[in-house]
């Protein structure tokens, strides 16, 4: 059986450590990276199977790594699957996350069992295609009713928008 090769980011110690084992459990050899920055790096230097990142995170967030790697003109870097990871508790994360490039978003704080199957799940999707519209938007029009993103998703987005 292949090892899989997978990249957790995560300023959170605690939140990359269960990762990391529940990784560990499914097979899975896994490298660290206490934020976007750090994980680009790991990223780009290592074949990698997954990554599970951490939106909110200091320096590079979640949706810059995210941004950047989604626009990386090697398909090995640019089409490994994502699963996002955070405790915002947002109406539009899930759409925004998914239209920078998600595979997956599972919520804070983690559940082992939600947690793997995110993992297989994104592990069985078809490579992502980059960088929706989508995600330019504050208020998708296929959402009525749900209000706008919150400050801090909203800084987030912005920054990852406008490339740092």
């Given at each position: 059986?292949?090892?899989?090769?997978?990249?957790?980011?995560?300023?959170?110690?605690?939140?990359?450590?269960?990762a990391?084992?529940?990784?560990?459990?499914?097979?899975?050899?896994?490298?660290?990276?206490?934020?976007?920055?750090?994980?680009?790096?790991?990223?780009?230097?290592?074949?990698?199977?997954?990554?599970?990142?951490?939106?909110?995170?200091?320096?590079?967030?979640?949706?810059?790594?995210?941004?950047?790697?989604?626009?990386?003109?090697?398909?090995?870097?640019?089409?490994?699957?994502?699963?996002?990871?955070?405790?915002?508790?947002?109406?539009?994360?899930e759409?925004?996350?998914?239209?920078?490039?998600?595979?997956?978003?599972?919520r804070?704080?983690?559940?082992?069992?939600?947690?793997?199957?995110?993992?297989?799940?994104?592990?069985?999707?078809?490579?992502?295609?980059?960088?929706?519209?989508?995600?330019?938007?504050?208020?998708?029009?296929?959402?009525?009713?749900?209000?706008?993103?919150?400050?801090?998703?909203?800084?987030?987005?912005?920054?990852?928008?406008?490339?740092?």
């Open positions: 059986m292949m090892t899989l090769r997978s990249l957790v980011a995560d300023d959170v110690r605690h939140n990359r450590t269960l990391v084992h529940w990784l560990k459990e499914l097979g899975h050899e896994t490298f660290e990276a206490a934020d976007g920055g750090e994980a680009w790096h790991i990223a780009k230097d290592k074949p990698l199977d997954l990554i599970v990142t951490d939106i909110e995170m200091p320096g590079r967030s979640g949706l810059d790594f995210l941004q950047q790697l989604r626009g990386h003109e090697i398909s090995t870097i640019a089409d490994v699957p994502v699963v996002v990871m955070s405790s915002l508790q947002d109406a539009l994360l759409k925004l996350a998914l239209g920078f490039g998600a595979t997956i978003v599972v804070k704080p983690l559940s082992k069992l939600d947690f793997q199957k995110a993992v297989q799940r994104a592990m069985a999707s078809p490579p992502s295609e980059g960088v929706s519209p989508e995600a330019n938007s504050d208020h998708p029009s296929d959402d009525p009713g749900v209000g706008p993103i919150s400050p801090t998703l909203r800084r987030i987005a912005d920054r990852a928008r406008r490339g740092l």
